[in-house]
């Protein structure tokens, strides 16, 4: 039997990490409710939709997307809140549960690939994204591997939007920041927009009794703070 390859090892690691974390005590941080996680949600939209406005437009109707990694859905959904057309959004992800949730939960139409990009059409969308995915990879070179994969999936003209972590955490091996660097060596395109966003989890639990305002207010005077960014990168035509 041959040995497993680098891909496929990263992958299964992924794969056990989330099998160990998910229904832990730690994932009780990120209960939908709390009100830090909604703080950070509000920002993340915000920052979405100030991006996709000004990139594929404000509407997303025509817009072919593919949301590489995408979780239990979400940010799919939120995309046909603001109008997106369900048979024109695309969500792969390598956990079955979470994909299942997804399908669950998502309007008919919506197409799901458990599994890597490999088998999808390349040049076939106007926008693809990946949210805090390349953090998790750990290895370099699969990083580089999936971020051309991303590339070729785009159509000439169409975006590439980034959402993950600036910083690496020193309680969690298993993520590692993505660079500034890394994002313009991967995708050398045009129209780059890169933006900081979101107070740090450590200090909004701490702040999560206070006024709304003062996380607000924080996040907005001390950008060393923020924690994550969002990127995007048009492919020239």
């Known amino acids: ?26 994932l009780a941080r990120y209960a939908w409710n709390r009100p830090e996680i909604l703080q950070q949600v509000a920002a993340r939209a915000r920052g979405f939709a100030d991006l996709l406005s000004s990139t594929v437009g404000s509407d997303l109707a025509s817009v072919e997307v593919l949301d590489v990694g995408c979780g239990t859905g979400g940010f799919l959904r939120q995309l046909i809140d603001w109008g997106a057309t369900p048979a024109k959004l695309t969500g792969t992800e390598l956990q079955k549960d979470r ?36 953090s998790s990879v750990l290895d370099p070179v699969l990083r580089r591997e999936l971020a ?50 979101v107070l740090a989890p450590p200090i909004h639990r701490v702040l999560a009794g206070a006024p709304w305002l003062a996380c607000e207010l924080l996040t907005a005077i001390a950008p060393v703070l923020r924690s994550h960014f969002m990127y995007v990168v048009r492919k020239e035509e």
């Open 1 to 26: 039997m041959e040995p497993p390859s680098n891909s496929q090892a990263e992958q299964e690691r992924i794969r056990h990490v989330y099998r160990a974390w998910h229904g832990g005590a730690a």
């Open 99 to 134: 994909l299942d949730h997804a399908r669950r939960c998502t309007a008919p139409g919506v197409r799901w690939h458990l599994g890597t990009l490999e088998a999808l059409p390349q040049a076939g969308y106007d926008l693809v994204t990946a949210q805090t995915v390349f």
């Open 148 to 197: 051309a994969q991303m590339w070729h999936a785009l159509r000439p003209g169409g975006w590439c939007l980034v959402f993950d972590f600036r910083y690496d955490n020193p309680r969690n091996r298993n993520v590692r920041k993505v660079t500034r660097a890394e994002l313009q060596e991967w995708w050398p395109g045009s129209g780059q927009r890169y933006r900081s966003l």
